[in-house]
């Protein structure tokens, strides 16, 4: 018992100041980013109330001040979020990413009185357990004094062929991939998001060392590779978020999110390990139990997506009951996702148990 309250003590101890400070970010970035899921939603239907709906094309929303309190809020996020990478590495920082789909899940329960399947309970927990485990056996963070160090890490062959390889693969899928496959097959879109997103996060971070150095009073912006990675990061960042946007509109977010959450992480972690050589500093133990909790994150991510909108019981007869996402269809029949509403009642008749009638309400499609 003393010598498993040792090896707790020793792990706390081991945490630097550096990564208790971005750990601390990452948290606080997952907290405001998931509230404002919530808040952006409750404005989005209280303008929806008193004019055309967003899904419509209308765009009442922006005279609506919830809505603009939940984009600050989320800004807000992604600033601490930006400012985690200057701290602590990127294996500790983005896998933590996922709680905010915790949070916000919770919240919608609570607010939006949303219901929450008890996998998706269960998906929750899983993400906590993974993100524990990450958070124990995290790597410290690397010594930088100068934003060239970041630069000769950025330069050396390893990297260079890493990032060689996304360009050529990123470039590949948007002028062979996309113009034929794009609106059929979800990987293609994600795989750009994912593939340049690696990259934006390791800009990001040497950015953000860079902007920590400035402020502690050692100067970084004389040097034109500061600016060199600024120049990565909006590139990436706007080329990864067009990307993601025609993955949403185009598919079903229930699909994209957790496919983008796993390709986005894992790519990054590989850059992370290859860029700034996290595991080098670690011991075979510490690496396989990082790799166990980053697969208890992502399997808790897929059950809270994929149970996101079960509902709980079934009739009485034991009829299966489906619920649908709310607001279907469009003036063309088709649904906000991009899904045929024939393809669901066809999925609906193919049910093996017999469907007695269809009820259309007022937010959704069920067969009971």
Known sequence: MASLSGSWRDAYKGMSSDNIKGLVLALSSSLFIGASFIVKKKGLKRAGASGLRAGSGGYSYLLEPLWWVGMITMIVGEIANFAAYAFAPAILVTPLGALSIIISAALAHVILHEKLHTFGLLGCVLCVVGSITIVLHAPQEQEIDSVLQVWNLATEPAFLLYAAAVVG??????????????????????????????????????????????????????????????????????????????????????????????????????????????????????????????????????????????????????????????????SNGFEQEGIPLTLRRQECTKSPRPMRHLILPQDGLEAV
């Open 169 to 330: 693969a990123a470039i590949i899928l948007i002028v062979q991939f996309v113009p034929q496959y794009g609106q059929s097959h979800v990987m293609v879109y994600i795989g750009v998001c994912s593939l340049v997103g690696s990259l934006s996060v390791m800009s990001v971070k040497a950015l953000g060392i860079a902007l920590k150095l400035t402020f502690s009073g050692m100067n970084q912006l004389i040097y034109p590779q500061t600016w060199v990675f600024t120049l990565i990061v909006l590139t990436c960042v706007i080329t990864q978020m067009n990307y993601l946007n025609k993955a949403l509109d185009t598919f079903n977010t229930a699909v994209v999110s957790p496919i983008y959450y796993v390709m986005f992480t894992s790519l990054t972690i590989l850059a992370s390990v290859i860029m700034f050589k996290d595991w080098d500093r670690q011991d075979g133990t510490q690496i396989v139990t990082e790799l166990c909790g980053f697969v208890t994150i992502l399997s808790g991510t897929f059950l809270l997506h994929k149970t996101k909108d079960m509902v709980e019981g079934s009739s009485s007869s034991g009829n299966l009951v489906v619920r649908l996402p709310k607001h279907l269809e469009d």
